[in-house]
């Protein structure tokens, strides 16, 4: 009798089973090529074994997204070399033959990584693109294609209506003669360390010549053939730039002239000077610059006030690094631009070496602050020789000031600073501590019971963190 209720049960799941993959079979050939595009082109293939029906639609699928990691062997080979040159020709040629084969169906997006594939020689890139380009492709990343000696892109990539992602990581060399437009539908724009402009000009033509881009990346390490960038846009909206100045042969002046830009990221040790135009529209900014091969950090600071941080006035998120603070704090003079809408500031590495004057002289011309984030090691500043208290209290610690958090740092500084905000910030709501020492927090929630006495409102601590909510 068991037995045949096991039987009737398993009989069941198989037809609830059948019933399910018939369902599924019975969609729409679209929407199943829909699904798919959403997998790893290798993933897409497995499916061909589902059914008959199923053994050419991943064919169809309009994405292409091939991963060099996906080709590793795990077998066993005497000869490391020759296994992983065998695995970079199978990859190549899977491209190769899925790119520029017979199918001609419309491309919404094609993902090929090489990144740890090593070097090749790089003919198979041009011809890759201009595949991707006849079938109207819209999102095209290229990446991790590092080919023995860089060669230029070809022409064909610059007429392309249908392409509105370009994200390249190869070993190219961008020449953009003068041309009224390209790129003409383009809105995101990804450029990573291979990547190599001719000459100045090309740069400059590249980004003023695409009407509609909205999110530039620029990453580079150490030379790249440009001593002036000129960014000049009237359509973008956002500006990611990563240079690692590892050498002295590194861009000397970036120029940013964007009137719509929203959003500014900038991490950069090594250009000599920046140039802005007022952004007006700027709502976020996030700056980690220094310049270490600067003979003159004084005029390397001032510059940096007058030139960069004069020019953000707008912005109503800013974040500023360690090292942009060191450089800023070697001027001669604080001359701030009075920040009217901002209200998020973050101050994030190692305190250690600031002039604590000029963080100061930051919330008093930040009016309408309302979070204020420390993040990093802050030391005691009476060991600096600089007492953290000030003659004058900034507006914004009497009138807007209502979230506080300190990341990380010794017992004396965190303490110096929370006895400073719980004595002058009226209208703080939250007071937030994190620390990565159990004793460190043990022994900051004694002190700060001390200190919050003359406060109403409660204490929590666990996990690491400290939170003081006010009434």
Known sequence: MLTNNKRQNHKKQAEVSDSEEDRLSKLPEGIITQILSFLSTRESVRTSILSTRWKYIWSSVPALDLTYSDFKSKAYCRDVNFQKRNIIDNFLNVVDRLLTGHSQHVLDKVHIDGSSSGTHDGSHINAWICAAIKRNVRKLNLLGLDSIKPHELHQSLLSSNALVVLKLDLNVILNFPMTSTCFPNLKVLKLEHLVTFKDDTSAQNLISSCPVLEDLFISRNG????????????????????????????????????????????????????????????????????????????????????????????????????????????????????????????????????????????????????????????????????????????????????????????????????????????????????????????????????????????MTWSDGKLAISFV
């Open 223 to 458: 030379s790249h053939n440009l001593r002036i960038l000129n960014l000049t846009s009237w359509s973008l909206k956002k500006l990611v730039l990563r240079y690692d100045g590892t050498s002295e042969d590194t861009v000397q002046i970036i120029v940013i002239d964007i009137p719509a830009l929203e959003t500014l990221d900038i991490e950069d040790v090594g250009t000599q000077e920046y140039v802005v135009r007022d952004l007006f529209s700027i709502i976020n900014a996030k700056l980690d610059v220094s310049n270490v091969f600067c003979d003159d950090p004084i005029s390397y600071g001032t510059r940096l006030f007058e030139l960069l941080i004069k020019r953000i006035f707008n912005v109503k998120s800013l974040q500023l690094s360690e090292r942009t603070m060191l450089s800023l704090s070697h001027s001669n003079s604080y001359n701030l631009p009075t920040f009217r809408n901002l209200t998020y500031l973050k101050f994030f590495g190692c305190c250690y070496g600031w002039k604590l004057k000029l963080v100061m002289e930051f919330l008093k011309n930040s009016p309408i602050l309302e979070v204020l984030r420390f993040e990093g090691f802050i030391f005691s500043y009476k060991e600096q020789g600089t007492p953290l208290e000030s003659d004058v209290v900034p507006n914004c610690l009497t009138s807007h000031l209502k979230t506080i958090e300190i990341s990380g740092g010794s017992v004396e500084g965190i303490c110096e600073m929370v006895r400073y905000f719980l004595k002058n910030a009226k209208v703080l709501k939250e007071l937030t501590i994190k620390t990565y020492y159990y004793e460190d927090l043990k022994k900051l929630k004694i002190d700060c019971e001390d200190i919050f006495k003359h406060r109403r409102g409660s």
